[in-house]
Structures are given as C-alpha cells and as structure tokens.
C-alpha cells in the first residue's frame, strides 16, 4: 500500500523574541544561545488550537482539496490547550471539518508518530488524512528560567497523506520508546518545562542514530541515498553530531531553529516547508525524517517524494 503526502501548511506567530529580548532580562547572552544551540529567535503566541487551524487549512488548500475529502484529523501537540478536551476536535471545528479528530502526544517525535498512526489508518480503509503538529510551548515556559525560556518557540505544521494503491512516497519507518528516561524532560501539570539538557542531548544524538540506520535499512538505502535530512530542530549541535555519526553532510540538512527555536512536534513539518520554499524537494530524491524527545520518544523515516 502507498501514501502520498500531497498538502503541506505552517503558520507562526507574529511576535519574535530574539536572543537580545531575552539577554535583557535573563542572564544568559545571544553569543551563549547561538553558539550552544544555534537558535538567533522564535516565534511567540497563538494557541495550539489557532496556530494548528490556520496550517491545516493551508494544508488542504495545498493538497487542492475540499474540507469535507478529509476522512480523519491526528493532531501532534505537547502543549494542548486544554487537558480536556484534546485540541483536534476544536480545531476541526475551527478548520470546519467534521471527521473523527485526535490528538497524539508523543512530544517532539510527536509529528512523526502522527504520520505513523495516520498511515496506520489508511491501511485500514481511509483515504486522506491531514496530521498536524501544533505547539504553544511559550505558555509552559518560566521566562525567568534561561535553561528551557531560550530554546522553546510556538508555531504548527500540517500535511495532506492521501492514500495511493500505486506507490509510496513513504518508505520505511522506525519509532521508540523508553519511559525510564521520563523524568529528563518534563511539565507537571500547573508548572513549566524543566530539563536534564546534558542527558538529553547525550541520548538525543544515539537514538537518532540509530533510528535513522534501521529507518534507512529497512528502505534498502544508505545515507549516501540521501539528498535530505530533515532533522527535529532542538540544537544544531545535535543535528551536527548525528550527521556526523551518520555520514551526512550538513548541506543536506534542513535548519530552521535559527528562526523558530525548538517547536516540538511542529519543527520538521516547518522544516520540510522551508526546505520546499527553497526548492529543496525534489521529486525521486530520498530524505530522512528523524526525530526525538520528550518520554523518551523517537522516530525515523525515509520518504522519497513524487511531487
Ligand atoms: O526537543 C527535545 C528536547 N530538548 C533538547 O534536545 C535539548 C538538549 N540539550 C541541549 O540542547 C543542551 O544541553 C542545552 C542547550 C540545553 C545546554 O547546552 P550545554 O552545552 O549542554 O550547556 P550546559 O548545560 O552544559 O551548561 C554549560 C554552562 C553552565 O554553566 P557552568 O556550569 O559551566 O558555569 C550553565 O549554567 O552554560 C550555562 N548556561 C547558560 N549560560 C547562558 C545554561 N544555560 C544558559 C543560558 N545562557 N541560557
């Protein structure tokens, strides 16, 4: 069986904090955060509710569909806008569709288990299916706490997977899992992001690894196959370290954390839209999606596009 991904959307607040905004009133400077992380700003506001309406509406536009062609809404989020309900019925609502909605919290892998699940659905008889990452992480930061205020940014991601008998423009996935690593990264409900950064990127850059070997094994390719990496974007030494290890150059890696910070599971479908606005997609060309984070979780897949 084959899934197509045929619609893609973004949006992103307007309001940007660069790193001199916040150097003025955390310590910390815009030397240490580009340096460490890569990160120049980041978009801050919205709703994960209003940030995921306005993606997944360009999403269907894109994928030159009606509302009413989507069978089914997976919705990514870290941070929904309530506990209850989950934040795709209210955007379905919002977008005016009126299929089955869900959400799916698999933290920054969160788009990638959304795609997963969604080809899951089309195997099972629905044929197109919009997935959306959406995050409004500046909501659960203390902006007086430089270890998370300086990494995290808002915005939302979506894309159009339609299901196609005669091919696949996704390959090969692999995803995981390791709940005895919960406690590196966390929100408790009515507090605020807290991390264990050293552990987390020391751990970030193995399971990358080695997901994103089984996800090229299992599609037949090496990395020299690739024409892209489109990796969560958390730290660009992260991404540096694990196209080291995996042989790929950093020219094919996608970096938008310069502009948007750490997204959660709205970074690599804001990555794949830049990468397309840059004439980057290019149909036949293999790519590796790859991404981690909170739970832990992970999650690679090698897609080759045909649009
Ligand atoms: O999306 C998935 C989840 N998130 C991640 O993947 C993030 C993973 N971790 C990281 O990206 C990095 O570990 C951080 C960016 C969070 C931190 O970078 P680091 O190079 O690991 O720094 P560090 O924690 O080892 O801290 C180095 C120094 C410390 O000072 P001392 O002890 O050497 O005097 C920190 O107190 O930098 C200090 N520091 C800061 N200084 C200025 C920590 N945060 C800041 C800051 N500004 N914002």
């Known amino acids: ?155 939302a991601g979506a894309a159009v997977l339609e299901y196609d008998p005669d091919g696949s423009d996704l390959l090969s996935f692999y995803l995981g899992a390791d709940g005895s690593a919960a406690d590196l990264l966390t929100c408790e409900h009515g507090g605020f992001f807290e991390m264990n950064g050293r552990e987390v990127f020391r751990r970030a850059v193995r399971v990358v690894v080695d997901s994103a070997e089984k996800a090229m094994a299992s599609a037949g390719i090496t990395s020299s196959d690739l024409s892209l990496m489109i990796p969560h974007q958390a730290n660009i030494r992260i991404i540096q370290a694990a196209a080291q290890r995996l042989d790929i150059d950093m020219d094919k890696a996608v970096i938008t954390l310069d502009r948007y910070g750490n997204t959660s599971s709205s970074s690599i479908p804001l990555a794949f839209y830049d990468a397309r606005s840059n004439g980057r997609i290019k149909p036949g060309e293999f790519a590796l999606m790859t991404g981690f984070g909170a739970g832990m979780t992970w999650a690679s897949a090698v897609v080759r596009w045909s649009r």
């Open 1 to 155: 069986m084959g899934v197509r991904f045929t619609g893609w959307g973004i949006a992103v607040p307007e309001r940007i904090v660069t790193n001199d905004e916040l150097s003025q009133t955390l310590d910390t400077s815009d030397e240490w955060i580009t340096e460490r992380t890569g990160i120049r700003q980041r978009h801050v506001g919205g709703s994960a509710m209003s940030l995921g309406i306005t993606a997944g509406l360009e999403a269907v536009k894109d994928a030159g569909l009606e509302l009413s062609d989507i069978d089914f809404l997976v919705v990514a989020t870290t941070t929904p806008d309530r506990l209850c309900p989950a934040t795709a019925p209210m955007i379905a609502n919002g977008m005016g569709l009126t299929c089955p909605a869900m959400d799916v919290n698999a933290a920054c892998s969160g788009f990638m288990y959304a795609v997963r699940t969604a080809y899951g659905l089309l195997e099972t008889g629905n044929k197109k299916i919009l997935v959306i990452g959406t995050e409004n992480l500046s909501r659960w930061v203390d902006w007086t706490d430089r270890n998370m205020a300086v990494l995290l940014g808002d915005g």
